[in-house]
Antibody, heavy 121, light 108 residues
Framework: QVTLRESGPALVKPTQTLTLTCTFS??????????VSWIRQPPGKALEWLAL???????NYNTSLKTRLTISKGTSKNQVVLTMTNMDPVDTATYYC?????????????WGQGTLVTVSS | DIQLTQSPSFLSASVGDSVTITCRAS??????LAWYQQTPGKAPKLLIY???TLQSGVPSRFSGSGSGTEFTLTIGSLRPEDFATYYC??????????FGGGTKVEIK
């Protein structure tokens, strides 16, 4: 059974750095074709892909946010961490981690429940 | 970056209606398109991938078609649980992933 769960602060101040952790089970990130990705959704708005870490430890980023994002493996082999620097109120959103499966044409086949991050002083 | 434009952004329909949502890509993405359903407060759920392949467990009233730059999601005979927001998503490469702006399907 594949599961993913996001964890991190619910509130951050402007200019701070956000660190979110995705803890997953039921698959190995080392399996060819599997990736873990971060996606966010501001309240009432559309989904926005942020970053991806693939089975070969390659990182890919949304070009418009690339300078602020870092995706990496966590301290445990079943964790992926996203850091976003210089947070702003416009970054207030629900942040999801999801598994991408290239065997299913590069779709996000399993998602975490999401974690709401509010940026406010 | 490839842009995805969904239309309409909102539609009102009745239980039993058939509805079609369109997703247009700013360049050719072959069949690398997926559709998701999202209900309030929940994570998106994968419905269709590779433009027309139904994800396991998804009811057959959902269908997808298209290739290149124009794609459609059709829901035949709407059920109450289908009233949700639908998103398309493209994978041109692992460096270029985007979602459409969403289509909210509401009960008339």
């Amino acid at each position: 059974q594949v599961t993913l769960r996001e964890s991190g602060p619910a509130l951050v101040k402007p200019t701070q750095t956000l660190t979110l952790t995705c803890t997953f089970s039921g698959f190995s990130l080392g399996t060819s074709g599997l990736c873990v990705s971060w996606i966010r959704q501001p309240p009432g708005k559309a989904l926005e892909w942020l970053a991806l870490l693939d089975w070969d430890d390659d990182e890919n980023y949304n070009t418009s946010l690339k300078t602020r994002l870092t995706i990496s493996k966590g301290t445990s082999k079943n964790q992926v961490v996203l850091t976003m620097t210089n947070m702003d109120p416009v970054d207030t959103a629900t942040y999801y981690c999801a598994r991408m499966n290239l065997a299913a044409a590069g779709t996000f086949d399993f998602w975490g429940q999401g974690t709401l991050v509010t940026v406010s002083s | 970056d490839i842009q995805l434009t969904q239309s309409p952004s909102f539609l009102s329909a009745s239980v039993g209606d058939s509805v079609t949502i369109t997703c247009r890509a700013s360049q050719d993405i072959s069949s690398n398109l997926a559709w998701y359903q999202q209900t309030p407060g929940k994570a998106p759920k994968l419905l269709i991938y590779a433009a027309s392949t139904l994800q396991s467990g998804v009811p057959s009233r959902f269908s997808g078609s298209g290739s290149g730059t124009e794609f459609t999601l059709t829901i035949g005979s709407l059920r109450p649980e289908d009233f949700a927001t639908y998103y398309c998503q493209q994978l041109h490469s692992l460096r270029d992933l985007t979602f459409g702006g969403g289509t909210k399907v509401e009960i008339k």
